[in-house]
């Protein structure tokens, strides 16, 4: 055989392997993937989705820090209100179609098949799952407005990727299973994310409501109770899988859910558990805790209370690891009216 034709008998291969591959795959998407869904906006194919997540991690890693280098950052209290009671309404919209589609009107919590019927409440579940998809992009603000702000810190590269692959991440539930089973995390996760976003307006609207926000460390509770239930719903199928549920989405959601306990888990040991165990002991040797010491000295301060912020932060982030201090964003000092913001939890959510 000549070089000639090893050449063409080498490209006659590679092109068989591709015709193969790219039949595969319109098979995938057009024959095996969820006809109902097929034609809703972003669901032809993963691509644009890509291509939107990729976009957004550009925008906020280069082209929104490069865009803000010689500006002042943005305060955006208003929009900032504005911004979390739209997630707020958006969220309970959520979990109220999640409640209606089945986990409150005869879902098994044991085991439940998806519904590929054209019913009214097959056909609103898969709906309602679309729109949690949707849900994912709209998360991307809370991103925008730290580059807008200058947060810098909480624009860390793991808040990045997580932000980004959740949209990926739910496109292929929505295109091959939008109901059953494993929706069971987009029903506690937007049950959360409704006080999570209720605390972050609060916390935007100034020094004197946040005095009022004392059960911040409640919502990282309320995550890791999330979690847990998502564990255990996601792996008892794999002791008995009786409704035939495509085990391969089990393992997905089990497995996110084993990752984001571990990391809250560790959260609030380092946030509140450890906190709190050096505040008693501030108070056994001078009868005060760090943090009666700081209001007196931010009331003595005439006007630093800001510096006296900035100090406290400082030294209260540097008690995390780094790790956990990526993936968590926590909100250092929700007194603080410039980091009112910041993050206690995974932002996404999270999702």
Same mark, same amino acid.
């Given at each position: 055989m000549s070089v000639t034709q090893a050449a063409a008998s080498y490209r006659?291969?590679?092109?068989?392997?591709i015709r193969q591959f790219y039949d595969g795959w319109r098979d995938l998407m057009d024959n095996k993937s969820d006809p109902r869904t097929r034609d809703y906006p972003l669901m032809s194919s993963p691509f644009p989705t890509i291509a939107i997540s990729l976009a957004y991690a550009y925008f906020v890693k280069v082209l929104g820090p490069k865009l803000m280098e010689n500006r002042k950052p943005f305060e955006l209290r208003k929009v900032l209100i504005v911004y979390n009671a739209a997630q707020v309404i958006f969220s309970a919209w959520l979990f109220y179609e999640s409640c209606i589609g089945g986990w409150l009107n005869g879902y098994s919590?044991?085991?439940? *098949?998806?519904? !590929? /019927?054209?019913?009214? #409440?097959?056909i609103r579940t898969a709906y309602g799952c679309w729109w949690y998809y949707f849900s994912k992009f709209t998360e991307f603000f809370d991103t925008f407005f730290f580059v807008m702000r200058k947060r810098y810190d909480q624009v860390s590269t793991l808040h990045v990727i997580h932000h980004g692959i959740m949209p990926v991440s739910v496109?292929?539930?929505? =295109?091959?299973? *939008? +109901?059953?089973? /494993?929706?069971?995390? +987009?029903?506690?996760?937007?049950?959360?994310? @409704?006080? $999570?976003?209720?605390? !972050? %307006?609060?916390?935007? $609207?100034? *020094?004197?409501?946040? #005095?009022?926000?004392?059960? =911040? =460390?409640?919502?990282?509770? %309320?995550? %890791? @109770?999330?979690?847990?239930?998502? &564990?255990?719903?996601?792996?008892?199928?794999?002791f008995k899988n009786d409704c035939n549920? *495509? @085990?391969?989405?089990?393992?997905? @959601?089990?497995?996110?859910a084993v990752m984001f306990y571990f990391l809250f888990s560790n959260f609030y040991k380092r946030a509140y558990v450890q906190r709190d165990g050096k505040d008693k002991s501030a108070v056994k040797a001078n009868g005060h805790t760090n943090a009666e &010491? =700081?209001?007196?000295?931010?009331?003595?301060?005439?006007?630093?209370?800001?510096a006296h912020s900035n100090d406290f932060q400082n030294r209260f982030q540097n008690t995390f690891s780094k790790f956990t201090t990526e993936m968590c964003n926590p909100a250092l000092n929700s007194? /603080?009216? /410039?980091?009112? #913001?910041? #993050?206690?939890?995974i932002n996404a959510g999270n999702k």
């Open positions: 006659t291969v590679v092109e068989e392997y919590l044991r085991c439940e *098949p998806v519904d !590929y /019927s054209y019913s009214p #409440r097959a496109w292929w539930g929505v =295109k091959f299973t *939008p +109901g059953g089973h /494993s929706t069971f995390f +987009g029903f506690l996760n937007t049950f959360v994310h @409704i006080f $999570m976003y209720a605390y !972050y %307006m609060l916390a935007a $609207m100034g *020094p004197k409501v946040q #005095r009022y926000l004392w059960w =911040k =460390k409640y919502l990282t509770v %309320m995550q %890791m @109770i999330q979690f847990v239930l998502v &564990m255990v719903h996601s792996f008892q199928l794999f549920y *495509p @085990i391969g989405f089990a393992y997905f @959601i089990g497995a996110h &010491m =700081k209001q007196v000295k931010d009331g003595n301060s005439n006007g630093n209370g800001n007194n /603080s009216t /410039s980091t009112a #913001r910041q #993050r206690v939890l």
